[in-house]
């Protein structure tokens, strides 16, 4: 007997190999599964411990559990017959249903289809950080609770009569941050509901939410002692920054109270900063320009301003810090002029200068040719080190008169299309600009060199950059008069040498100095404002030829890049501020554009662009300033045939403000920007001056 039954043991051992598989292969010990408890729960984020049932569990030496392929966590076999885990996510943080799959050593895999489901029974907000936000809102918050979304995905949360923003769910769905929104009208003054929108089911968060907030957008901030034009309009740093300067309090420039300001807005808290000197918290930088103290932008952290200088004399001011803790670093440089400096790259600057023998213009009569300074700073120092760049002790030969003139209008402030090649323009030897012996003049800094082509005659002003070995502008031709049949385009290429090359423009468009009757379209394309009735595009401009399309009215051109322009004109009564006026967007490399209607638009204001939109600021239907009915415009003008009016802001939303029609919009972050306003008294430079924060 005892060997009958060792040998039927003997047979019966190879069946039970096969047989004990479970359904997933080798191991020597089937087992089953039969149920999960709880099936159930409402927690997208997991980690609920749940008791699985079935046979053989410590035979079969169960090791691992996954739900829908994520594995759960902690599992603990009990007994031959219970074990448990704690869930893990749901899959991609969405509700579902999924199979539960149990894997062990002995005896391989079981599963149960569409055994666990995760149900969510919507967001569960528990508390909200801050609960009181400032006046303009557009702070951080943070808001916890279970279910907030879907995991590693977005929510929108909506603060009741003051907006919605869309914030950013963490992994596990338990926080929600975003950035407050600022009102585009009047909030109540209590406290406010906050409302999380998963995109499924809403849920409001516990508690009051409280913005002491009593105007409306857009908003004024006082920033007394501005001035209309260049001075103080505001330049952008980064999304959220912007830097303009002040004349202080007194209201007169060139003393020691001039301020520099740095605008922190959305999407942080709005503040207005002044720059204080190195060394002398509390106190200004003073002794700024009326007419060029423009930022000129370094980076996001830093810029450059001229200074009349105190005692020192002339120089220029430096930034660093501007977007945490900005401070002012004062350098004096001898026989500085009073043109605009240009930022020449992420730590380079260039300015025209009377140099070392105190003489502008030709070389002959003594002048040494040091007509032009390029300077580099090491940010990384405290205080930043500066360097001169180039060759000659930093003088960078200029040969033949610098145009000394104040003003952007100024065509010899120096300019690079890639930070080591820089371009100026020159008056030539009899110190006229913009007549037949003008120059163009390059410096490679790093090699120190310099490369002059004489014949580029009659320039209305800088060209513009199509890359780094091409420039184009128009010229106004050897009768030195822009706006008749000789105008040129003239368009300079670098190959071994710079060479210049002149098409004719026909009848090109004169424009007020600060208007630009050319722009950039992108990719080699430049476009040009010719003959009251055209534009002319130009996709390969050393070829010279050109496609014409038709335009009633002088045009003003703003650049939106990668082939695309925007253009307002009066319209085929080629009278502004009338009904027919017209938005124009052209697509450069297609060289079509399209129209669309923008009645009683203002000619003469200087036009401004983010990546998707052009803005404007329009007298209304009364055709005058400063009036009631004035309106700031935003046109959305992405996709060709889309150039339409996205938003009209009634200025006298704001009445405490009024605004010249010619002060530009600047965008300074996504769906911001800033105007400049005189306030109710209608005078720059007083007390009252005041920045709108326009929200679009």
Known sequence: MRISCWLLTCAVVPILLVAGCGGGGGGGVSFTLAAIDPAVSDDLAGGDTV?????????????SVTFGGVAATNPVVLS?????VQTPPAPGGVPQSVTVVVTSTRGGTEQIDDGYTYASSGPNPLTISPASFTPTGAEDFTITGTNLGPLGGQSTVIFAGVGSVTGDVSANGQTLTGRAPVSNGVPPAGPITVTVDTGAATADVPGPVTYPFTGPLPMATGVPGQTQGNASQPVRLADGFAALCTCGLNGTWGDADDDIRIVRGPPNAVQILSVPPRGAPGTVVGFLSATNSVPAVLGPDAFCVYTIGAAAGPGYVLVTNARTAPVADIFA????NAAPIAALGPSRIGFMTAGMDTLFGPLAGGNLGDDLMVMDFNLALTPPAVT????????????????????LANFTIPFTADGDT???MGSGADAVPRNADDTFTSVILSAGTGFLRVGSPFLLGRPIALSATLFAAPGAG???????NDDTLEVYSYGAVWTATTFSLGQAISFPAAVVPYARAGNGIVVVVAAPTAILVYTNPLQGSNTTIPFAGTALLASLGNGELVAFGPGFDLTVRTGDDVAFHID???????????PNHFQAIALLTDADRAFAISPGGDGVFQTADDVFEVFQVRALGAARSATRLPISALPAARVMGTVPFVPIGPGWGLLQSTGTNTIWGDLDDQLILVDY
């Open 588 to 598: 450069g490399a297609a060289a079509q554009g399209a129209f669309s209607l923008v």
């Open 478 to 484: 050897p009768n030195g008069t822009f706006g008749n």
């Open 333 to 336: 440089h001898p026989f500085i």
């Open 388 to 407: 001169i760049a180039g060759g000659g002790a930093g003088r960078v030969p200029l040969a033949g008169h610098a145009d000394v003139t104040p003003g």
């Open 80 to 84: 031959e017959t219970e074990m448990t």
């Open 422 to 424: 820089v371009i100026v």
């Open 51 to 63: 008791t699985i049932t079935g046979t053989n569990f410590v035979s079969a030496e169960v090791v």
